[in-house]
């Protein structure tokens, strides 16, 4: 089985971007971010070998993979895989509604 292209939207960047500096502001430390960082790259790698291992999300065309508090959301496309949210899922599900229906995939 091909790896598949893992290629990140603006958005799903954007959203990781701001957890690990929310968190490296809280703790004064970033420790808990690269962590998370390495956390989320490693889940990708995953998610790029296996891209049908995870479930279907309730997005159209969505699939999910879980990392506890965080989630990562997908969609196949081909031979990519396009990340179209990186999420702290102790946040307003109905934001999350809204930052998907924004993505252009």
Known sequence: MAIKRIVWTETAAR?????????????KSNNY???????????????????????????????????????????INGDTVIVTAFWDNRQNPEKLLKELNKSQY
């Not at 959203?15 to 703790?27: G, S, T």
């Open 33 to 75: 971010s690269l962590k998370l960082l390495e956390l989320s790259n490693e889940k990708v790698r995953i998610i790029a070998k296996r891209p049908k291992m995870y479930r279907l999300s309730e997005f159209p065309k969505t699939r999910v993979a879980s990392m506890g508090h965080f989630s990562i959301y997908y969609k």
């Open 15 to 27: 959203q990781r971007n701001i957890i690990l500096q929310y968190w490296v502001e809280r703790n």
